[in-house]
T-cell receptor, first 117, second 112 residues
Framework: GAGVSQSPSNKVTEKGKDVELRCDPI?????LYWYRQRLGQGLEFLIY????????KSGLPSDRFSAERTGESVSTLTIQRTQQEDSAVYLC???????????????FGPGTRLLVL | TQLLEQSPQFLSIQEGENLTVYCNSS?????LQWYRQEPGEGPVLLVT?????EVKKLKRLTFQFGDARKDSSLHITAAQPGDTGLYLC????????????FGGGTRLMVKP
């Protein structure tokens, strides 16, 4: 079946502009995650959606970052007034409903490469 | 805050050599996962270890979870150029739902 898809794959923007990144999770996956990955580094957690529960926004670095999710489908990550330090790969992942018993696999999309000039 | 430190950050070796990557923390994790990421793609899960002291093998890759569930290692035997990539460990907290804390990654390059 189809995996996690993200769009656009690349985005170049000017400092101060707003950008919107999209994630289409695997159908039926109730959990969705956004991460940021700076060049050659690990993943920095941004936000986590689990079903109809309130999202965990504890990883958002500033109030310029926000994310929405429509039910259990598409999510958009919005960065307002972009800064050069926002340049990174933004990765989205989805996973099945957490059973509470064991760790569910997170399936990652290919990411959106954002460059802020 | 749970932190995971990976070492080395970068490793360049010749085909056929063995290597070990380490993932360490002062925190206890309920489980730990290893991912591999190739350029231009998202990370892909290699293995999940759950029990302290657990050892799992995946062909030439051997994963171990520390007895205290604070650390893990990935050993690759007879590395091949196809093993080149970014290796990431990720730990799950005891009450963190399905959320993961990722290490900084180890970038491996295997030269033919």
């Amino acid at each position: 079946g189809a995996g996690v898809s993200q769009s656009p794959s690349n985005k170049v923007t000017e400092k101060g502009k707003d950008v919107e990144l999209r994630c289409d999770p695997i159908s039926g996956h109730t959990a969705l995650y956004w991460y940021r990955q700076r060049l050659g580094q690990g993943l920095e957690f941004l936000i986590y959606f689990q079903g109809n529960s309130a999202p965990d926004k504890s990883g958002l670095p500033s109030d310029r970052f926000s994310a929405e999710r429509t039910g259990e489908s598409v999510s958009t990550l919005t960065i307002q007034r972009t800064q050069q330090e926002d340049s990174a790969v933004y990765l989205c992942a989805s996973s099945p409903q957490w059973s509470g018993l064991h760790q569910e696999t997170q399936y990652f999309g290919p990411g959106t490469r954002l460059l802020v000039l | 805050t749970q932190l995971l430190e990976q070492s080395p950050q970068f490793l360049s070796i010749q085909e056929g050599e063995n290597l070990t990557v380490y993932c360490n923390s002062s925190s206890v994790f309920s489980s730990l996962q290893w991912y591999r990421q190739e350029p231009g793609e998202g990370p892909v899960l290699l293995v999940t270890v759950v029990t302290g002291g657990e050892v799992k093998k995946l062909k030439r890759l051997t994963f171990q979870f520390g007895d205290a569930r604070k650390d893990s290692s990935l050993h690759i035997t007879a590395a091949q150029p196809g093993d080149t990539g970014l290796y990431l460990c990720a730990g799950a907290g005891n009450n963190a739902g399905n959320m993961l804390t990722f290490g900084g990654g180890t970038r491996l390059m295997v030269k033919p």
